[in-house]
Structures are given as structure tokens and as C-alpha cells.
């Protein structure tokens, strides 16, 4: 089977890069010719474009692309190294189609052709303000006979705004097979558009060995800080972890952190994070990815939530901590008892297993059937 990937594979984030790897990887195991395609629109690739600003939320839109621009520029004048490594992985590791798409009119102009067309993982159904919603993550292009498979699409939360729940509604009506990567994407698609969703995990938990993968760090007892939104709380956090293991912090470099917040200079690609996170003694995140990879890896670990207007967003690793049974790993507050607790508490991987293997099972099941009906 030719399958079409459509998915965020561009982006220097960690657990994007990985979960296409994830995607693109199994299906190929499982005996399938899978390709990226290679769709790059410009709220992605830049930030997008400038409003004028009329209101506060084409302000908020501004701020946010300026701030995108900003990442960029800071993480040039470094030297570019985290880019280059990024830019590494996807030439090595990721299999993307010769045509480049800059915009959705480009993409349903001269659609690649492929039996069946898949759209996940991530947060791909989550519309940023600046763009709003995005038919191409729904498959809403291409040959009516083309089969479009969903596979654990993330809507990022557990509501979706009011503005984008028709439009979001009428674009699910279009795919074949739906699957979704948090519990509450079951309801909101039912809501949405009347169609039956499953539940299952991300892809990169349908791989079970990253080993061939990974580049570890020289350091060998270190705690591995990893936060994809800086807060005061996960710092705490980091630094009584490290306190309580009685070993260094060691923390990633982001070029997208908050102004003044406390920088690392190490420069990680997506080898070199996975690394990090299976020589760690202890991790502690605020990211899905680094929850996920510290279960792969058989890692200890504290998931810090997300404060103030990324609140939301806590849906994400919640739903799966739930899943698996490691609900106690997501801090309740930042109280030191409660950090110690999670470093003085070992976890049942047994356990962890006993659930996951079937939840895995369940996803091999969607996928070769969903895929088997093109």
C-alpha cells in the first residue's frame, strides 16, 4: 500500500520530529511504502503573516508571530547548531516526498498520489489563532477514491473554541477511519460531527526499541530537565529533584523560552534528547513527549502541568498517565514533600506494561484495518 503522510515533520520540536519518525516507521515495517508529504505552509514555517491590528486577538496573533520570528533569529545567532541537527535527523531518518506544498491551494492543485492518505499525530487539530482551521490536516484534498485514515489526532485540549467547532465538524465528515490521541477526542469528534473515534497512543509508543536511535551524553548521573514552556514552577521543581537525587540538572537549550528565563547552552537534537532521557537518572517535564519517552525508557520521572492559559493542554499527558496507570507521576502541586514523594516512590513498570501492551495491540488492529479497507 502507498500511504501519504501528512503530519507536523518540520518543526525543531523533539516530539514532533519523533512521532512522524514513529508513524512513518511502523507503517513501513508493517509492510507499506510510507511517505511524508512534504506540506509547509507559512503559519509553520515562519509564524505567518502580520495583521493589522483591529483587536486584541489580531495583537495576541502579531505577538505570537514576532515571537516565532524572534526563536528563529536567536537560534541562528547561536550558530545553528540545534537547527543542523534537526535538519540531520529529518535527512537521515525521515522519508519526505520530492514536491513541497507552501499552501493548501498548492496542495489540492496537483495532490500526490497515494492509495490511502493518513493525518497524525500531534496536535494537527489543534488551530492556532494565527491560521486558524487547516482542511489539509483533515486530508481535505486529493482524488475522492483516496481512503484517509486518521491516526491518533490531537485536538490539544479538551474543548475546541466555539469559532472552529462547525468548520472542525464538517472536515471530520470527510476521513474514513478516525482515531484520536486523548480520551476526550472520542467525545469531541462524536460531538462534532456525529462520527465514532478510538482511542489510542501516540505512534512513537507503537515502536519499542529507540536504541539504534539514541546518542548519549557524556555526562552519566545527571537529572534531565525538559520543558517545552518555561515557568517558575517547573524550575522549582528541577532544581529539588536534582537536590534530592544528589546529582546535576541538566537541561536542554530552547530557542523558543520565555525572555530571561534561565538557559542552558546544550544544543540537542532529536538523537541527542533521546539520549539524555535514557541515561537520566530521574526526568522531570512539562512536555507529552518527554512523559512518553521517560515510559519507553523505563525512567523515573515527574510530570509538571502547565499553568495559566496552557492549562488546557495538561489533557494530553493526563489522558495517557490515566491509560497506563501512572496517574500519581503528574505533581499535584509544588510542595517539596510531594517531589520527594515522586523521587522516593519507585514505578511498577510490570504493571505499566500489562496495560500498554494491549493498548498497542488495539492500535495495530485500527491501522491494518483501516488500511486493509482502501
Known sequence: MNIGIVTFHLADNFGAVLQAYALQTYLYRAGHDAVIIDYQPSYLTNGGGLRLPRSRRDLYVNATVLF????????????????????????????????????????????????????????????????GVDPAFYLAFGDSSVRRVAYAASFGGAQVPQEYRQAIGQ???????????????????????????????????????????????????????????????????????????GVPLLTPYDPQQRWGARSSRLDLGPAEWLGCIAQARFVVTNSFHGTLFSVLFGK???????????????????????????????????????????????????????????????????????????
Open 300 to 374: 523515573p520521572f515527574a510530570t509538571v502541568p502547565l499553568v495559566g492559559r496552557h492549562e488546557e493542554l495538561n489533557e494530553r499527558f493526563r489522558s495517557m498517565l490515566f491509560r497506563l496507570g501512572l496517574e500519581n507521576r503528574l505533581l499535584a502541586t509544588e510542595q517539596q514533600g510531594d517531589v520527594r514523594r515522586l523521587v522516593e516512590t519507585p514505578i511498577d513498570w510490570d504493571a505499566v506494561s500489562r496495560r500498554l501492551d494491549p493498548w498497542r495491540t488495539e492500535a495495530e488492529l485500527f491501522l491494518a484495518d483501516a488500511l486493509a479497507r482502501g
Open 171 to 245: 472536515l471530520l465528515t470527510g476521513l474514513d477511519a478516525i482515531s484520536v490521541r486523548e480520551e476526550s477526542g472520542v467525545r469531541l469528534v462524536q460531538e462534532l460531527s456525529g462520527r465514532r473515534a478510538q482511542w489510542l497512543p501516540d505512534p512513537t509508543l507503537l515502536l519499542e526499541d529507540y536504541r539504534p536511535l539514541l546518542v548519549p551524553p557524556a555526562e552519566d548521573a545527571f537529572v534531565f530537565g525538559y520543558s517545552v514552556r518555561t515557568s517558575a514552577l517547573i524550575g522549582q521543581v528541577q532544581d529539588q529533584v536534582a537536590e534530592a537525587c
Open 68 to 131: 516565532i520570528r524572534l526563536s528563529r533569529l536567536r537560534a541562528a545567532l547561536r550558530g545553528g547548531k540545534r537547527t543542523e541537527a534537526f535538519r540531520r535527523f529529518r535527512e537521515r531518518m525521515l522519508s519526505v516526498g520530492a514536491t513541497t506544498y507552501p499552501t493548501l491551494k498548492a496542495l489540492r492543485a496537483e495532490p500526490p498520489a497515494f492509495d490511502v492518505y493518513v493525518c497524525g499525530s500531534d496536535q494537527i487539530w489543534n488551530p492556532p489563532p494565527r491560521a
